[in-house]
């Protein structure tokens, strides 16, 4: 197949997928499915690789649609507190010096997070900050989807009391790290590969064997290696 390069229609389903489930998840556990994906081998892909290209500029757009025309994504900290103290934090387009958005660098997929929100525990706390967080891209073969997993890295809280720091500051990272763990960014039936060859009397199938990854000018190329091989039509439904 050589290097095929899926555009458009696959990076708005990508950008989409990554950018809603990225903030508005719901909460699932922090182990990553199936295995990290490398970078591509030194010799380059084999035969047989498509090239799905997803560029920052994308996925940032449809982050700014998010703040603009939806509500601001919102998590509970902790148990959520009451009707006098929320207990929750809110995901916001920029603060405390920070853009929210997805940046593409030196390899790595970066997720700068400004937040505010508020805690309860003996009072109520408010709080504002951002965190520093990575995602981590995995390739589970049984399902033969690609996953992210969101790793928050640091988190800042601005002029809060060190005490009342060292307190929300690791519920603050968990409950970012649960609520949106794992991230299905590319579904197996979206790289499935079954066509009718009806003059030669059969399908041609592929399946996928690895997915290898690289960030290079602001862009993030998947390589997806398929093994090919052929089969018997399947039959038509009846009706």
Request: charged content about 15%; aromatic content about 8%; proline content about 7%.
């Amino acid at each position: 197949m050589g290097r095929l390069i899926i555009g458009i229609v696959i990076g708005l389903i990508l950008g989409g997928a990554l950018t809603y489930f990225l903030f508005v998840g719901v909460p699932h556990s922090s182990k990553g499915p199936g295995e990290i994906i490398r970078a591509p081998d030194a010799g380059g892909v084999p035969p047989g690789t498509a090239q799905v290209v997803i560029r920052q500029d994308l996925l940032n757009a449809a982050l700014q649609t998010i703040f603009r025309d939806l509500k601001p994504p919102t998590f509970p900290l902790g148990s959520g507190g009451d009707a006098s103290c929320a207990s929750s934090i809110t995901i916001l387009p920029q603060g405390s010096g920070t853009q929210t958005g997805v940046q593409f660098d030196n390899n790595r997929l970066n997720v700068p997070l400004a937040f505010s929100g508020s805690y309860s525990f003996g009072g109520c706390y408010q709080f504002s900050g951002w965190a520093q967080s990575n995602l981590e891209l995995r390739f589970d073969q049984n399902s033969q989807s690609v996953f992210g997993i969101v790793n928050v890295e640091t988190v800042n809280l601005d002029g809060v009391n060190p005490i009342v720091s060292g307190l929300i500051t690791p519920i603050v990272q968990s409950t970012i790290n649960e609520r949106v763990n794992p991230i299905k960014i590319v579904d197996g039936k979206q790289l499935a590969v079954d066509l009718p060859i009806a003059a030669a009397g059969g399908d041609l199938k592929a399946g996928v064997n690895d997915v290898r990854a690289e960030v290079k000018d602001n862009t993030l190329n998947l390589f997806v290696i398929y093994s090919f091989n052929g089969g018997q039509p399947q039959p038509t439904p009846a009706q």
